[in-house]
Structure formats: C-alpha cells, structure tokens
C-alpha cells in the first residue's frame, strides 16, 4: 500500500527535451485554427451522456461564450460546454 502511495505522489521532472516538444505543439496548434463554431454545425462529442446515445450533437444555438445548446439524436437537448465537443 505504501508504494502505490509513492507512485501517486511522484511529481515527473521537466527535461529539456520535454519543454521542447511541448513548444513544437503549441506552434502546431498555432499554425491550424480551430473551426468556428455556429449554429447548424454537427460537433463531435468527447464523452456522450450515455453508453447508449450518438457520438455527435447538432449545434443549435450559443447560451455565453462557453456553453451552447445542442440536440443529440436519441436523447435531446442538452446544455454543452465548449470542452465537451470538438468541430468534425
């Protein structure tokens, strides 16, 4: 029990290489914009609500800068944060 304990509390050591590799993803994420969003627009869902529901939702309109409404067929409308969905 005491060395999952340690494991856990292990914090990794940043490398050179590591900060490296972490800057050449950034000037990717950079060099390809992220669709805008906007109503109309299908979106692919990270986590659906159920095991049993679609993989996707419809946009259907924007509540605030975070958070839209959206309709995944088999289950309805739900109330999706911008970190739950990617653009297809």
Avoid: H
């Avoid at 900060?19 to 950034?26: G, K, P, Q, R």
């Avoid at 309109?61 to 088999?74: E, F, M, T, V």
Wanted: aromatic letters at 12%; hydrophobic letters at 45%; a negative charge.
């Amino acid at each position: 029990m005491q060395l999952q304990t340690d494991i856990r509390s292990r914090q990794p050591q940043a490398t050179l290489a590591s900060a490296a590799s972490a800057l050449d993803w950034a000037k990717f994420g950079c060099a390809v914009p992220a669709p805008k969003l906007a109503p109309s627009m299908w979106v692919k869902l990270f986590n659906p609500p159920t095991a049993f529901s679609f993989d996707e939702a419809w946009l259907l309109c924007q509540c605030s800068d975070q958070k839209w409404l959206a309709w995944i067929p088999d289950y309805g409308e739900i109330l999706l944060s911008t970190n739950e969905f990617c653009a297809t």
